[in-house]
């Protein structure tokens, strides 16, 4: 729906509906505004089974059960040679190898936080809050959360359950899961009746959002609401939810979180097949498939896939690994500058580990955000300071 | 849209519309409580029941209140949640008897060969800890829904929060049933100070917070600092890093006794100073005995008198009457309690040496508890349960399981913080636009009798209809009361479960 569609949509619905309204940030998106989407693999994926530093005898020695092999053509399970020294683990072969290809993919190993507590919950939150190290504990507000306070008419949303910690704080951030998508379990009536009762309330923005949204989104789906028989749908794999996300993002948000779970490999995490690797050809389906479902505005679009830490270099005792520090980061857009490894670096090779356990942080998340927004979004240091104060950005030419 | 009497199924608990009239006329309607009573009735228990209500007429506001701060009103439980408590098997079993029994499994398990027996054997453990945590959030829900001294019940779910444990850690799910009953029911309206002493002894905190990895040599100081920062003083009221190594070094050799009841060697000078407490253990070969200095107080290495005189030295600070006074009101009146409640409830704390039931009297006979009446959003947990009593009013349910289900949905799963805050009290944690649209889905679920509260586990039959909120309690005590725009939404319902559907999504019920 466009924004023409949408408020004549609007007017019909104030004719006869007067009192759910929404509480006026449902615009379209111009055309070639940035977009932003935040990708959040809560639980510490293990970056050194996606980006695949081949060339370190290191790497072999330490995963006795869990390496991905050397590039080889005659083996499919074997690392796709990005440069000299990384490979890609093979499952993205269909799916992201192809955008690297465009240069539209890029990947920053040894990225991180300053948080070095290896706690999830703890360096989730840390992330998600955007201060400085210092700072770290103080969840009042969000990084997403101030980036939308700073620059009016970001259209923010949140792809959850519940508003997470990087949107909190914020002015009326509406969340919705697009995870399952069911017809709306109230018709327009029964909706202005609920609004009404919180109209003048401090919750009426909220409510009427809430409510709003689920109409509006039920809409914007209809051709895969129609095609799921009973009206409902539940995302079998991410590629179902990211599409949902794109049709959102094409017209009226801009600004997007959504995270993914199950990253937590402890115990069997697998080699080029198993537990990771179905999770990242998963979301590399997702992300694929977001890129395609975003058409002419991908133009316009950023992707950034984070995660709260990496985990240890040498595999565990149950086949698995376990929390560690520095991970990789992965930049997507039309218009990213990729198809190359960016950021510090530092050979793969026992010295370099941090506490002789995980990779060190060479490339700090703020920094990086920091210069990824700062140059779509074309915001003023001033700005740039109130979503992460204190932070030095750095784009790595990405964008 | 006409309501099809046929469709309309009465549970027989309350009125039903196309039978119930004589039932209306036989109960002659009381006259409606005041709207201050109302208020503040709303928030001493989970919001009403007809119950509470018939408690309150008999017994008036203070007369109810001694009552249920001295532990005095203990109905029982109807037959049918009796039955349900009664026959879970984590309330039959002794703590020590399940946790062996898991240990027993965790060690047959790592023999084992890899295989498919191992993988079942491993499946079956898992099975093991996640019956244990339903059954621990069942328990949870059925009493704070049908126990009769409703002060108590959200006292029980305040400090389950306040001392928050996460299931999902360790063994923690098996021992939260545990928690519940034993450690945190027991002291909700005591003394803080033997609150903090238990918890401190509970296995569940100990396994939590780690604690019971805290040992000589090996400090951990997880416990200490959330022990003062979460659970006492407040972050931030002038304790230092100092101060949580001092603790730590205090709280070494508090852990959890052997399982396997094996004798434990001790000599003959450290053997007196050994404490054993259910499945606490003071253990003197894992503690510190140096000297120790906690806020400006010195503390003679002597062994477990020291955690005693720590915890006392800890809830006697006016930072921790402040802290714990503040939360209480946060909980019960506003987001951003009145400073002058929170003091006066703070000076309480302190002159009856941290009585729970004193500085619960304080704030409920306070004048700003009304003063903020009907502006306290209800938090999931506060909103799942009141809304159940309100509709199935003390009728007894089936099944507890959909209730978890939309605490799952609305992000307050019961043990289910991660993070040892525990829960926000506050509405901006609860009332975003997802949540709230959300909120009135489940609102639904229960006013429109589409859910399994009434089918037993394991049947597919659904049973039970929609319930009937419209009976006396209603015109007693929550009608006179509605806003206008409320009743101007009720008036548009087109059916029964569509009026329901509206009361309990409703700001009126939403806040208290």
Sequence with gaps: MNRRDFLVASAVAAATLPTLSFSGKLFAAPASAPRFLMVFLRGGYDCNNLLVPYASDFYYESRPTLAIARPDPHNPNSAIALDGHWGLNPVLHDSLYPLWQRKQLAFVPFAGTDDLSRSHFETQDNIEAGLAGDQHGHYGSGFLARLAGAMPGSAPIAFTDALPLSFQGGRDIPNLSLRGVSKPVFDERQSSILAAMYKGTTLAAPVSDGLQLRQQVSKDLQDEMTKAGRGAQTAQNFAAETRRIATLMRDQYRLGFVDVGGWDTHVNQGGAQGQLSNNLANLGQGLAAFADAMGDQWKDTTVVVVSEFGRTFRENGNRGTDHGHGTVYWVLGGSVHGGRIAGEQVAVAPGSLLQNRDYPVLNNYRDLLGGLLGRTWGLSTAQLQSVFPGARPNGLQLV | ?512
């Design chain 2, 1 to 512: 849209m006409p309501v099809p009497g046929a469709v309309l199924r009465c549970l027989g608990l309350s009125v039903c519309l196309s039978a119930g009239l004589p039932a209306v006329a036989v109960a002659a309607p009381a006259a409606p409580l005041s709207p201050a009573d109302s208020a503040w009735l709303r928030r001493d228990g989970y919001d009403l029941d007809a119950a509470n209500v018939a408690r309150f007429r008999a017994m008036g506001r203070s007369g109810l209140l001694e009552a249920q701060l001295a532990d005095r009103i203990r109905d029982p439980l109807p037959p049918g949640i009796d039955a349900q408590l009664r026959a879970f098997p984590i309330l039959a079993q002794p703590l020590q008897a399940t946790l062996l029994a898991f240990k027993q499994g965790q060690e047959q398990l790592q023999s084992m060969p890899d295989g498919d027996a191992k993988a079942e054997a491993k499946k079956s453990q898992q099975q093991m800890l996640n019956d244990a945590a339903d059954q621990a959030r069942q328990i949870t829900l059925l009493r704070a829904v049908y126990g009769s001294n409703q002060l108590k019940e959200q006292m029980v779910g305040f400090w389950l929060n306040h001392f928050s444990v996460f299931a999902g850690k360790g063994a923690v799910r098996l021992m939260a049933a545990d928690y519940e009953e034993q450690v945190i029911r027991p002291h909700a309206l005591g003394k803080f100070k033997d609150l903090v002493l238990a918890t401190l002894k509970s296995p569940a905190m100990l396994e939590f917070l780690d604690n019971a990895q805290n040992a000589n040599g090996k400090v951990n100081e997880n416990y200490a600092r959330e022990l003062m920062e979460l659970h006492t003083l407040g972050v931030g009221s002038g304790y230092t890093q100092q101060d949580v190594q001092q603790l730590a070094l205090i709280l070494t050799g508090a852990g959890v006794r052997p399982l396997d009841g094996r004798v434990q060697k001790f000599g003959p000078r450290v053997a007196p100073l050994v404490v054993n407490d259910g499945m606490f253990q003071f253990n003197p070969k894992r503690h510190d005995f140096s000297d120790k200095v906690l806020l400006g107080e010195r503390i003679q290495g002597s062994g477990f008198d020291e955690i005693t005189q720590a915890v006392n030295l800890i809830t006697r600070q006016k930072a921790c009457a402040q802290f714990i006074s503040r939360k209480l009101a946060q909980y019960f009146v506003a987001d951003q309690p009145p400073q002058s409640l929170v003091d006066r409830m703070s000076v309480t704390f302190q002159r009856s040496d941290g009585d729970i039931a004193q500085v619960l009297r304080t704030l409920f006979e306070s004048p700003e508890l009304l003063q903020s009446a009907g502006k306290k959003f209800k938090d999931p947990t506060q909103f799942v349960v009141s809304a159940v009593r309100l509709a199935y009013d003390g009728k007894p349910i089936a099944n507890p399981r959909p209730m978890l289900n939309w605490l799952n949905q609305l992000g307050e799963p019961v043990f289910g913080r991660q993070t040892p805050d525990g829960w926000p009290l506050d509405a901006v944690g609860w009332a975003s636009s997802g949540q709230m649209s959300k909120r009135f889905e489940i609102a639904r679920s229960i006013g429109s009798g589409y859910n399994k509260l009434f089918t037993p586990e394991g049947s597919d039959k659904a049973q039970g209809g929609f319930p009937m909120i419209t009976t006396p309690l209603y015109y007693e005590a929550i009608g006179p009361h509605l806003s206008a725009a409320t009743t101007a939404a009720l008036n548009q319902a087109t059916s029964p479960q569509e009026w329901n559907t509206f009361l309990l999504s409703s700001p009126d019920f939403n806040n208290r």
